[in-house]
């Protein structure tokens, strides 16, 4: 399973590789997708997260996070986010909450609209902390797609799903994240 995961990372990863050129003499059309300001942005999200973990049981919990990124141009960006989920109800009398670092790439799908969907891929570190039981921490994963609102040349609002993979010994917490956002750029 861990192959395929990081297969499929991989794979996202190449995305804004595989996108055809346009002509360097072409001057690109100036759209509603693409006033989006080049450059610094920070961003802040919450949503709802759900647990799946075969060292004890399912649950849900709140999620939230933030992080400070750099857009490259209309299709690429990057960021660096620090997400949490917490208190989830894993057993009598015991919690877990989890916390990622990663480093993300996007591609956007740039278009006519005011309306942008994207995907994007991430690697970075992740810990997870229980109320019983030794915390855990390792290499954590994710993957996310979403469409952005673009409200001005400066606001985006951002929904999404988010899929995260903290890798520690015994059995890896994973979650399945619905999360709302908005980007702020300078």
Do not use: C
């Not at 996070?65 to 857009?71: A, L």
């Not at 209309?74 to 009398?93: A, F, I, M, Q």
């Not at 902390?129 to 400066?154: F, H, I, P, Q, Y």
């Amino acid at each position: 399973m861990k192959a395929f995961k990081f297969s499929l990372l991989a794979g996202l990863m190449l995305v804004p590789f595989a996108v055809s050129a346009q002509a360097a003499d072409l001057a690109p059309e100036v759209t509603a997708a693409n006033t989006q300001a080049m450059g610094l942005y920070l961003r802040g999200d919450v949503g709802m997260s759900f647990l799946k973990w075969s060292g004890g049981k399912d649950d849900s919990a709140l999620a939230i996070g933030g992080g400070i990124g750099y857009r490259y141009n209309e299709n690429l960006r990057t960021d660096l986010t620090l997400d949490y989920s917490g208190k989830y109800k894993v057993g009598p009398g015991a919690d877990l909450s989890t916390t990622q670092v990663l480093g993300n790439l996007y591609y956007d799908f740039a278009n006519d609209s005011a309306f942008t969907p994207y995907v994007g891929a991430g690697v970075g570190y992740g810990w997870v902390n229980r109320s019983v039981g030794k915390d855990r921490s390792g290499l954590a994963l994710g993957l996310t797609a979403g469409v952005a609102v673009d409200l001005t040349e400066n606001i985006a609002l951002d929904v999404g799903y988010r899929f995260r993979d903290t890798m520690i010994k015994g059995s890896d917490p994973y979650e399945h994240q619905v999360m709302a956002g908005v980007r702020f750029s300078f």
